[in-house]
């Protein structure tokens, strides 16, 4: 059944405020019924519980990178499978999330949760055993394709199942969590890689995940409520292949193409890629007019909101996502650190990050969206500390030179992050959690991986004509300068988070 909800003589059509926009989305097959169906609310356990579910991808897209060295000695993979380890998990993680999140709409959140927790720790089983570098690399891709299947279900799950201040906390722990993960990911790399536990070497980062992954999936199924979408639409098939396609054409050559020499191939999905990306943004237009349920309803993104938050998020998180690669290379092949050490330089970031994430809700609820603004200013003077700390003196960089600028960026991480996840979601209606999960991540996640393929790529491409610190001092610059955008798009982000 088709709901009509007319909006009011003092509206003006096309005007995208949340009044008339949020009417049109409700309109797309969706009934006057409830939009979720929970058996129940989520406790504090099942809180705990879908965390870790989204602690573990996000552990995971970083935890590699310490490793790196170790496993091309191994396994002898060489420059281009290398970045395949990487570019592997994070292109299949990215590809497929909003459509893990549709799943979980259709087939119920807990299900599709437990499977892609089952999945992800057998994925890991089978890139700790993996005999071969393209085996690894085939068991990189499966892992991401699990992890897709079940981050959005913990988005989506916290949404559905958790009200008011309780949704509120919830979002803002969910925040501080991604963004932990990520700085925890190299530190644990390295002391895992360090402590050769067993004798697995690099193999235990991999192996650890799956007792971790039993124990998500035990949980789950006695603390996680069943929700889902009162009215599931079914899958946007070519919606799903143009999105798939979209991210590939774009991602593939920047990950792959400074190893490959960039032949022909890499430049021609590259020219395919504003051609496809507009074939989606048409076909999911067109299915929404006729009344179907897109795979990203793009009358949703028109919400002010959500629009700026998105945009904000993809500079933000390439940044982010870069700098934790360059970081851990310049560290072990420029300085020779050992895992443990280059590691270790990241825990004061991690430090800096947990304390603004405690305090940020305190913050937001007073002061808004500037808090928002303030933490990128804040990340902007700890990249520039870094930078010039790096281009002063080299030769004597070590994790505690490098403490203060890690501390002061991931203090203004901590007061960025959080927030905005809470604000994009709370633009989201809540019958399209799962939806709005998936397009979260998949902004997240495919900015993190495109941070890695154009800061790294630049940074691998000038190291050994300009020396390291040339290159690190360049690469840090950038993204200094590309943080006042980060910071003249906040300023646009509604003052009011919900």
């Known amino acids: 059944m088709v709901v009509t909800i007319q909006t009011t003589p003092q509206q003006t059509p096309g005007t995208p405020t949340r009044a008339n926009v949020l009417p049109r989305v409700i309109r797309l097959g969706h009934s006057s019924a409830p939009a979720a169906t929970p058996s129940g609310r989520l406790s504090t356990l099942g809180l705990v519980t879908v965390l870790l579910g989204a602690f573990l991808p996000m552990l995971d897209f970083f935890i590699v990178n310490v490793a790196l060295p170790t496993i091309d000695r191994d396994l002898k993979a060489g420059p281009a499978t290398l970045e395949l380890f990487v570019a592997g998990y994070g292109i ?22 437990v499977a892609g927790a089952l999945l992800f720790g057998l994925t890991s089983a089978a890139c700790g055993f993996a005999p071969t570098a393209l085996a690894l690399v085939a068991a990189r891709v499966a892992q991401g394709a699990s992890a897709a299947l079940m981050l959005p279900q913990a988005l989506a799950t916290i949404q559905a199942a958790t009200e008011g201040e309780r949704r509120a906390k919830a979002m803002g722990v969910y925040g501080a969590v991604g963004g932990i993960a990520v700085v925890i990911g190299q530190v644990l790399g390295g002391v895992l890689l360090t402590a050769n536990l067993f004798g697995t070497g690099w193999r235990f980062i991999f192996l650890v995940n799956v007792p971790v992954a039993l124990v998500a999936v035990l949980l789950a199924m006695r603390t996680v409520p069943e929700t889902r979408s009162a009215n599931p639409a079914r899958v946007d098939v070519p919606g799903t292949v143009l999105l798939a396609a979209s991210l590939l054409a774009l991602l593939v050559p920047l990950m792959e193409g400074r190893s490959l020499g960039w032949p022909v191939w890499t430049w021609v999905l590259l020219a395919l890629f504003p051609v496809l990306l507009t074939a989606f943004v048409v076909v999911e237009r067109r299915g929404e007019r006729r009344g179907e349920v897109p ?67 305190r913050l937001l609820a007073r002061f808004g969206s500037r808090v928002i603004v303030t933490g990128t200013v804040i990340q902007a003077i700890g990249l520039g500390v870094l930078a010039l700390t790096v281009a002063n003196d080299w030769s004597g960089i070590n994790p505690w030179v490098l403490l203060p600028g890690m501390l002061i960026a991931g203090t203004g991480q901590g007061l960025v992050m959080p927030p905005l996840i809470r604000l994009v979601l709370s633009q989201i209606p809540v019958e399209r959690a799962g939806v709005g999960g998936g397009i979260l991540a998949t902004t997240q996640q495919s900015s993190l991986a495109l941070g890695v393929a154009t800061l790294g790529t630049l940074f691998l491409s000038l190291g050994p004509s300009m020396g390291m610190r040339d290159a690190l001092t360049l690469v840090l610059g950038l993204q200094f300068a590309a943080t006042f955008l980060v910071v003249a798009l906040a300023t646009r982000l509604p003052r009011k988070v919900g």
């Open 92 to 113: 299949a993680y990215a590809v497929l999330l909003v459509l893990g999140g549709r799943l979980g709409d259709l087939y119920g959140r807990k299900k599709l949760f």
């Open 295 to 361: 795979l990203i309803p793009i009358s949703l993104l028109r919400l002010r909101g959500l629009k700026v938050g998105l945009t904000m998020a993809v500079p933000f998180f390439a940044g982010f996502g870069g700098f934790m690669m360059v970081m851990a290379v310049a560290l072990q092949t420029g300085l020779h650190e050992g895992p443990i050490a280059s590691g270790f330089a990241m825990v004061p970031m991690a430090a800096g990050f947990f304390a603004a994430s405690l305090a940020g809700p």
